[in-house]
């Protein structure tokens, strides 16, 4: 029931970066794994990373690995991704979810039951 907004999205050349924040309402996001994931035009909904409940471990698509950090601070209830080294098909609505599975590693969509309502992010060549 925790409700995540997310921010920072915008325009950015290709190469550029842009760091996105997925803020919570409740004190209880400590208790939630957080994802990533992005729906591009035209396209459906994809995994980009995600992150433990403590933050210990990170997992990534292989599209955005090494470039893309995700990571959080549950003491201000917040979660982010840094992205780096961005390229146009980077291109999307970004969304941050939780879930409280023990597979969200996966980056299974279905693992995770809450979501924010996305931020865009264009970049541009």
């Known amino acids: 029931q925790v409700q995540l907004v997310e921010s920072g999205g915008g325009l950015v050349q290709a190469g550029g970066s842009l760091s996105l924040s997925c803020a919570a309402s409740?004190?209880?996001?400590?208790?939630?794994?957080m994802g990533w994931f992005r729906r591009a035009p035209g396209k459906e909904r994809e995994f980009v990373a995600a992150?433990?409940?403590?933050?210990?471990?990170?997992h990534y698509a292989h599209s955005v690995k090494g470039r893309f950090t995700i990571s959080r601070d549950n003491a201000k209830n917040t979660g982010y991704l840094q992205m780096n080294s961005l390229k146009p098909e980077d291109t999307a609505v970004y969304y941050c979810?939780?879930?409280?599975?023990?597979?969200?590693?996966?980056?299974?969509?279905?693992?995770?039951?809450?979501w924010g309502q996305g931020t865009h992010v264009t970049v541009s060549s």
């Open positions: 992150i433990s409940r403590s933050g210990a471990y990170t």
């Open positions: 979810a939780t879930t409280q599975t023990s597979t969200y590693y996966r980056g299974d969509r279905n693992d995770y039951n809450n």
């Open positions: 409740e004190r209880t996001f400590s208790t939630y794994a």
